[in-house]
């Protein structure tokens, strides 16, 4: 993939994650739209190994919404992460959670559904 | 008699009677002796259409009446309030008995509205008790002061007539009869004839009180602000901030009234409507319930905790829509819905994920 795709697809993930944390506060249907679109591209990106992208947004504090996102998806969509990994990830997007608004509520229930 | 007009005195050894109007009809009693007893310690006797309560010593007449007594004396006692009662004694004393007889004569609405409030059933019918609208002296702010008295006219509205007794207490500022409202302004004048006039315009002066038409008080905190009761139990709300676009009313404050037991639950919904009537008429058309953990639950974790007080508050309808259309939503990476996730979970886990929701939308509940 070339580099400029890279960015692309990071630059698209960040996008539809801040549009889905403004969606989801109000409860709107394209949330649902918006986090299929996500997913998607998360999974481009982790079979274009760009997981270390989402690792780096993982911890990134400049998106919340997008930090969050990448928690999500390389817990639920990576095969290679461990079960220390994940409740790494599962730490990082808990202390997220107070910057995240309506978007923590979904946050909470990912996090039970995954068991963490 | 006390200044508010209403008399009380000691009728024999050992019985202490508060008469609300005191005019001497013969009584009449109920058919079978002609005595309710609505609480320890209190007696109702019905006159005709009105309601007068017997007391087997004087400490449970106090804890009946005191909050009334409390009310109407600092009422009448603040600077700039005993002129206007006393001026208006005569007619506060006729809306007293309008009031009255409207308790014999109450449509279902004015009686959900009044059970809502405390009040009593009596055998014959009767509606008794003016204890419930003092349930708001707790509500009023105590830096809500005011400074003069302005007396409004308003319209004969069935449901006025549960405010007919609404005093306040401790920085307090108001009378309203039925049709009358008496009402303290932070600052002076406004020059209106009719309750909606005025209503309208004080939802444009910061600190005023202002009673709704659906027997209710409203202290009006701020220019867009608004109260509503809260039943006894269940948490605090204050809603502010990050509200669903649209919803307007930011800064609302939803607070805590301590009226009727602390729980109360019920069978179904129909019920609890039956005891406490739509949130749009105790409150305004804005307001709906809201049951906490959702009514589809109530197979599963059992009517009567879904359909109680505790699990219930009145929420704006632009919020309680939100809060469904996100419960709608997929969890994220999932084809799984919120709502479908939360209701695998437990009843307390599911109030707390409620209760958060509402805080993520700027709601704040205190404790």
Same mark, same amino acid.
């Given at each position: 993939?070339?580099?400029?795709?890279?960015?692309?697809?990071?630059?698209?993930?960040?996008?539809?994650?801040?549009?889905?944390?403004?969606?989801?506060?109000?409860?709107?249907?394209?949330?649902?739209?918006?986090?299929?679109?996500?997913?998607?591209?998360?999974?481009?990106?982790?079979?274009?190994?760009?997981?270390?992208?989402?690792?780096?947004?993982?911890?990134?504090?400049?998106?919340?919404?997008?930090?969050?996102?990448?928690?999500?998806?390389?817990?639920?969509?990576?095969?290679?992460?461990?079960?220390?990994?994940?409740?790494?990830?599962?730490?990082?997007?808990?202390?997220?959670?107070?910057?995240?608004?309506?978007?923590?509520?979904?946050?909470?229930?990912?996090?039970?559904?995954?068991?963490? | 008699?006390?200044?508010?007009? #209403?008399?009380?005195?000691?009728?024999?050894?050992?019985?202490?009677?508060?008469?609300?109007?005191?005019?001497?009809?013969?009584?009449?009693?109920?058919?079978?002796?002609?005595?309710?007893?609505?609480?320890?310690?209190?007696?109702? &006797?019905?006159?005709?259409? *009105?309601?007068?309560?017997?007391?087997? %010593?004087?400490?449970?007449?106090? @804890?009946?009446?005191?909050?009334?007594?409390?009310?109407? #004396?600092?009422?009448?006692?603040?600077?700039?309030?005993?002129?206007?009662?006393?001026?208006?004694?005569?007619?506060? &004393?006729?809306? #007293?008995?309008?009031?009255?007889?409207?308790?014999?004569?109450?449509? @279902?609405?004015?009686?959900?509205?009044?059970?809502?409030?405390?009040?009593?059933?009596?055998? %014959?019918?009767?509606?008794?008790?003016?204890?419930?609208?003092?349930?708001? #002296?707790?509500?009023?702010?105590?830096?809500?002061?005011?400074?003069?008295? &302005?007396?409004?006219?308003?319209? %004969?509205?069935? $449901?006025?007539?549960?405010?007919?007794?609404?005093?306040?207490?401790?920085?307090?500022?108001?009378?309203?009869?039925?049709?009358?409202?008496?009402?303290?302004?932070?600052?002076?004048?406004?020059?209106?004839?009719?309750?909606?006039?005025?209503? *309208?315009?004080?939802?444009?002066?910061?600190?005023?009180?202002?009673?709704?038409?659906?027997?209710?008080?409203?202290?009006?905190?701020?220019?867009?602000?608004?109260?509503?009761?809260?039943?006894?139990?269940?948490?605090?709300?204050?809603?502010?901030?990050?509200?669903?676009?649209?919803?307007?009313?930011?800064?609302?404050?939803? +607070?805590?009234?301590?009226?009727?037991?602390?729980?109360?639950?019920?069978? $179904?919904?129909? %019920?609890?409507?039956?005891?406490?009537?739509? @949130?749009?008429?105790?409150?305004?058309?804005?307001?709906?319930?809201?049951?906490?953990?959702?009514?589809?639950?109530?197979?599963?974790?059992?009517?009567? *905790?879904?359909?109680?007080?505790?699990?219930?508050?009145?929420?704006?309808?632009?919020?309680?829509?939100?809060?469904?259309?996100?419960?709608?939503?997929?969890?994220?990476?999932?084809?799984?819905?919120?709502?479908?996730?939360?209701?695998? +979970?437990?009843?307390?886990?599911?109030?707390?994920?409620?209760?958060?929701?509402? *805080?993520?939308?700027?709601?704040?509940?205190?404790?």
């Amino acid at each position: 993939m070339r580099h400029s795709e890279d960015e692309n697809l990071v630059k698209k993930f960040i996008e539809k994650s801040e549009a889905y944390a403004v969606a989801i506060s109000s409860g709107h249907a394209k949330a649902d739209k918006i986090n299929k679109d996500i997913t998607e591209i998360a999974e481009r990106m982790i079979r274009g190994n760009l997981s270390g992208y989402l690792s780096t947004l993982s911890l990134s504090d400049k998106s919340p919404s997008a930090s969050a996102w990448a928690c999500m998806m390389l817990i639920q969509r990576n095969a290679n992460i461990d079960s220390e990994e994940k409740k790494k990830l599962a730490q990082r997007l808990r202390t997220l959670e107070a910057h995240l608004g309506v978007m923590r509520m979904m946050v909470i229930a990912f996090l039970s559904l995954n068991r963490l | 008699m006390d200044p508010s007009g #209403l008399a009380w005195h000691r009728v024999q050894d050992g019985i202490w009677k508060w008469e609300n109007d005191g005019d001497g009809d013969t009584p009449r009693p109920l058919p079978d002796g002609g005595f309710e007893t609505p609480e320890d310690g209190m007696e109702v &006797q019905s006159y005709g259409n *009105r309601v007068h309560y017997a007391y087997s %010593d004087r400490a449970a007449f106090e @804890a009946w009446h005191d909050p009334i007594a409390a009310a109407q #004396l600092a009422a009448f006692h603040k600077t700039g309030v005993s002129a206007i009662n006393q001026r208006n004694l005569e007619k506060y &004393q006729q809306e #007293l008995a309008a009031y009255n007889s409207r308790q014999a004569n109450g449509s @279902a609405r004015f009686r959900a509205g009044a059970f809502a409030h405390g009040m009593t059933q009596q055998r %014959d019918g009767t509606i008794g008790g003016f204890r419930g609208p003092f349930s708001f #002296l707790d509500d009023m702010t105590e830096e809500v002061l005011f400074g003069k008295y &302005q007396r409004f006219g308003g319209g %004969d509205r069935g $449901s006025l007539a549960m405010q007919s007794t609404i005093a306040a207490h401790e920085g307090g500022h108001v009378v309203v009869t039925g049709l009358t409202a008496f009402v303290a302004l932070p600052e002076a004048a406004v020059s209106l004839t009719s309750f909606a006039s005025f209503y *309208r315009s004080m939802k444009t002066i910061d600190g005023a009180l202002v009673l709704s038409r659906e027997a209710q008080a409203q202290v009006e905190l701020a220019r867009s602000a608004w109260s509503v009761r809260q039943f006894g139990g269940g948490p605090s709300l204050r809603t502010g901030g990050a509200f669903p676009k649209g919803s307007g009313r930011a800064g609302t404050v939803v +607070q805590r009234s301590p009226i009727g037991p602390a729980n109360e639950s019920f069978d $179904s919904y129909a %019920d609890f409507l039956a005891r406490f009537g739509p @949130a749009s008429q105790t409150y305004n058309r804005g307001m709906t319930w809201e049951h906490i953990v959702e009514q589809s639950m109530a197979g599963r974790l059992g009517a009567k *905790r879904i359909y109680s007080t505790e699990n219930t508050i009145p929420l704006p309808r632009e919020i309680n829509k939100a809060k469904a259309d996100i419960y709608s939503r997929l969890v994220p990476g999932t084809n799984v819905t919120a709502r479908e996730w939360l209701s695998t +979970q437990s009843f307390e886990q599911q109030y707390q994920f409620e209760i958060d929701t509402l *805080r993520s939308f700027g709601v704040t509940i205190a404790p």
